[in-house]
């Protein structure tokens, strides 16, 4: 038997994955049962990802695995070797917030931002991808993120703007009819 | 949570998956999706020494319709399979299914591979291939066996896979004229596991009578389940209001729920009722069945 094979009890022997994580490769070692929520944050330093319920309901930990938002408390990062993962981190470029970003907090589209960076990696799949999303298409693919200050309004509203092209860092403030009313 | 130590393996092919299943008898278990799988190695209710990822074998992704059939690769995703034009246009059961299962994001990940084969009575795609008189083809070092989605579930997380075999293909008869099929659930807001669902499939006679039906229910028994008696009271017989009642009273009868915390027996039969009443109706109206 190889090196990689089973071992109960302990610590499992390691094996050796890469990844390209916000655009730069990673080589690192990992035990097969490390989750990539766990391996970002404690192995790569990338805490912006959270762990909320670690049972995969609420979608604080979503990342971007080769494009496609998913939960990563429930997928191990040996499952990720050889792809691309985009976190939370990786949407600021040069200091300037995403377009998303700016519009979450033009919208006010959070509040104690623990389930931000979810909905943030969520929904930049959706303002990233080809389709034009409805507000009711935004809320059923923001189903599996979980605010739990219930501010849903203000980011389903966060990412219409976002969609619209709308840029709150650099126009007027009061413009667009986005803006969360009240 | 972290689950206990597990040797990993990924295979380039389908024959070294069955390979190394052969070397690790009832200690290896095959990852696809993982959606159901982490979540129970996480509580330690499943604890595999071995897993053997599918991700790298090659031909277990696609849809086509081929021999009579629709044809799914089992690691095929389930947001793929309710994506799928061919899907949404001819089988909207599946599509109907694949938006109830979990959220988006877990069925990015999540395949219908692994949602037939896990084997919880809440899954919501088995009962779709009961109904559909579906079949699911399993491979072993010997080659491929083809089993009756009806005969397929053997006991809570039981199927007819061994230990050294893998599902590799699902499949329904292809949509014909006069076929129409659908899926209904009730589940409470907020992603929790069904009450009960059920999924109905009609074939109508060029008279618009039942030539063929089947039914099978999701989330109220030990495993999947088929509603034959009710599936039977239909044929011969137009999809009226009068023997869709009949058909919803036997399948609440055919049902084995449990009670828990989404409610007593006798509510999870009404529910069963209800549902097969307007899952049967929907699929009737797509068979062409009622003006």
Known sequence: ?182 | MIPASFGYRAPKSLEETLDLLHQHPGEARVLAGGQSLIPLMKLRLAQPKVLVDLQHVPGLSYLREEEGFLKVGAFTRVGTLLEDPLVQARYPMLAEAGKVIADPLVRNLGTVGGNLCHGDPGNDLPACWIAAGGEMVITSARGPRTVAASEFYRDTFVTAVGPEEVLTEARLPMARAGHGAAYLKLQRPGGDYSVAGVAASLTLDPKGRVARSGIGLTAVGPTALPAPRAAASLVGHPPDAVHLAEAGKLASQEAVPVPDLRGEVEYKRAVVEVLTEQVLERAADRAGGRA
Do not use: W
């Not at chain 1, 990233?128 to 509203?157: M, S």
């Not at chain 1, 966060?158 to 969360?180: D, I, N, T």
């Open chain 1, 1 to 182: 038997m190889t090196g990689d094979d089973g071992v109960v009890g302990g610590h499992g022997p390691t094996r050796r994955i890469q990844v390209t994580v916000n655009g730069t490769p990673r080589d690192a070692e990992v035990e097969p049962r490390t989750l990539l929520v766990y391996f970002l944050r404690e192995q790569l330093g990338l805490t912006g990802t959270h762990i909320g319920c670690d049972t995969s309901n609420c979608g604080a930990c979503t990342v971007q695995l080769d494009g496609r938002p998913v939960k990563s408390c429930t997928v191990f990062a040996v499952q990720a070797d050889g792809r691309r993962i985009r976190t939370v981190e990786g949407l600021e470029q040069e200091g300037v917030l995403s377009p998303l970003q700016a519009a979450f907090a033009e919208a006010h589209g959070l509040q104690c931002g623990f389930c931000t960076p979810g909905m943030l990696m969520t929904a930049t799949a959706l303002v990233e991808g080809e389709r034009a999303p409805g507000t009711d298409a935004i809320r059923e693919a923001l189903r599996g993120n979980l605010c739990r200050c219930t501010g849903y309004a203000n980011i389903v509203q966060a990412v219409e703007a976002a969609l619209r092209g709308h840029r709150p860092a650099s126009e007027p403030k009061q413009s667009p009819a986005s803006l969360p009313g009240r």
